[in-house]
């Protein structure tokens, strides 16, 4: 099963089990409020089904929102129209092959993912090349 269809399945139940598990989340929200500064275009990459798409829609002047994951942006797309948040693009990507050309964005957001990716190295890189910043990255985070 590829990777994509793997978090497709979890998507259903994803909000019901980050409840139970994951108490950092409000501290996150908090630093994002902090460091607002500067970020005018903001990446999420492995947005999930939204735990803090809303939040950066509500400091950015334009957030586009992606995952790996069909199932997961579609979720993501329903919470956030339940929740009446507008002005979010969103998008089916991969974060180790962005869909967008060098220094598109000022910030990349991703939380609670690099983890879970096959090749986060190559995604690093792809953060620094649509940030255009240098990211210099050892290949033993690729399992
Ligand atoms: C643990 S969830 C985190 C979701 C959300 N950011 C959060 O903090 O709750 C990990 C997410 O990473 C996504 N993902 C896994 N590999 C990915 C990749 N290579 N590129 C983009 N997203 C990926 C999964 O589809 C899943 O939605």
Redesign the pocket.
């Known amino acids: 099963m590829s ?2 269809a793997v ?1 497709d399945k979890l998507a259903r139940w ?1 909000d019901r089990a ?1 409840r139970l598990f ?1 108490r950092s989340y409000p501290a996150v929200r908090e630093r994002l409020r902090r460091d607002r500064e500067g970020r005018q275009r903001v990446l999420e ?4 089904t939204g ?2 798409t809303p939040d950066l829609a509500g400091i950015c002047e334009q957030v586009v929102a ?4 069909p199932a ?1 942006v579609e979720r993501l797309r329903q919470s956030l129209r339940e929740r009446g948040v507008e002005g979010v693009d969103l998008a089916v ?4 092959s962005i869909d967008a050309p060098d220094a598109a964005f000022d910030a990349v957001f991703c ?3 690099l983890h ?3 090749e986060p190295a190559r ?1 690093l890189q792809e953060f620094g090349r649509v940030l255009q910043i240098r990211i210099h990255c050892h290949d033993h985070l690729t399992p």
């Open positions: 990777e994509a978090w994803y980050v994951d990459i492995a947005a999930g735990q803090f992606s995952d790996l994951a997961m990507m991969d974060a180790t939380a609670n993912a879970v990716m096959k995604a």
